[in-house]
């Protein structure tokens, strides 16, 4: 198994930058597809970006394309998700996932464990 520990949300201006760091415990992170989730008041949880287990290959979700990057560590046992020109409809509580399944998968589904989510915040 492995533990999530998400930080580094908070409140921004919208245009503003925030990087939400992702720490691994448990089992080493390179056994792992890693994925970022939000879910705003309301809606359903819903995907962000994903990484495979070397980090070669990086999926992103329309609404977030060319604003976020998605990186990981895997000697650090650490994911990032680095978001800039940040909106006020990227307000949610952000997730980190790890799944056992194929690269970079986009499917909550697929994903096996889960942080508790840490609070983003855009302000207009």
């Known amino acids: 198994q492995v533990q999530l520990v998400e930080s580094g949300g908070g409140l921004v201006q919208a245009g503003g930058s925030l990087r939400l760091s992702c720490a691994t415990s448990?089992?080493?992170?390179?056994?792992?597809?890693m994925g970022w989730f939000r879910q705003a008041p309301g809606k359903e949880r819903e995907f962000v970006a994903a990484?495979?287990?070397?980090?070669?290959?990086?999926k992103y979700a329309d609404s977030v394309m060319s604003r976020s990057t998605i990186s990981r560590d895997n000697a650090k046992n650490t994911l990032w998700l680095q978001m800039d020109s940040l909106k006020p409809e990227d307000t949610a509580v952000y997730y980190c996932?790890?799944?056992?399944?194929?690269?970079?998968?986009?499917?909550?589904?697929?994903?096996?464990?889960w942080g508790q989510g840490t609070q983003v915040t855009v302000s207009s």
């Open positions: 996932a790890a799944s056992t399944g194929g690269p970079a998968t986009t499917s909550v589904r697929a994903y096996d464990y």
């Open positions: 448990g089992r080493t992170l390179s056994s792992y597809t």
């Open positions: 990484i495979s287990r070397s980090g070669s290959t990086t």
